[in-house]
């Protein structure tokens, strides 16, 4: 019994908890500053460096077609928005949300050559011809 009784005096081990539900962590974020502006002199752009970004002023004459072959006008505009074929002529036509541009091409000894441009306002448009043939211009450098 002694020995019985010795056991049952031994200290119990402590009652395991459960595991508690860890709590998110919240971070605070915020969106990013520029640093404020430093004191300094400010730097003076390099002229050579300012002149090569500068773009090309865009020729907006649509005249500077004419003489273009087939594949000079798709390298300038793209595809076309439209082709009609009729006999030794193309007339390709690109369309644009303020104008639309005909460019007449007949066969000559070396291919198709733009011999005619015509260049419109749409109907309901805000913005003028040759502004709109800058923007189809734009779009394909």
Not at 50 to 55: E, F, K, N, Q
Request: with cysteine; charged share 25%.
């Amino acid at each position: 019994m002694l020995f019985l009784a010795g056991c049952s005096a031994a200290p119990a081990p402590p009652p395991v908890e459960p595991p508690q539900k860890k709590e998110p962590e919240i971070v605070e974020t915020r969106p990013l500053q520029a640093p404020p502006p430093s004191r300094a002199e400010p730097v003076k752009p390099n002229p050579q460096i300012s002149a090569a970004r500068l773009p090309d002023p865009i020729n907006d004459d649509p005249k500077q077609l004419f003489g273009l072959d087939a594949h000079e006008v798709a390298d300038l505009l793209g595809p076309a928005s439209f082709v009609r074929r009729d006999g030794p002529a193309e007339v390709w036509q690109y369309r644009a949300a303020a104008c639309v541009l005909d460019i007449y091409l007949y066969t000559e000894s070396a291919g198709l050559r733009v011999a005619h441009v015509d260049l419109r306002k749409r109907r309901k448009a805000t913005q003028t011809p040759r502004r709109c043939f800058i923007a189809m211009l734009s779009a394909q450098k």
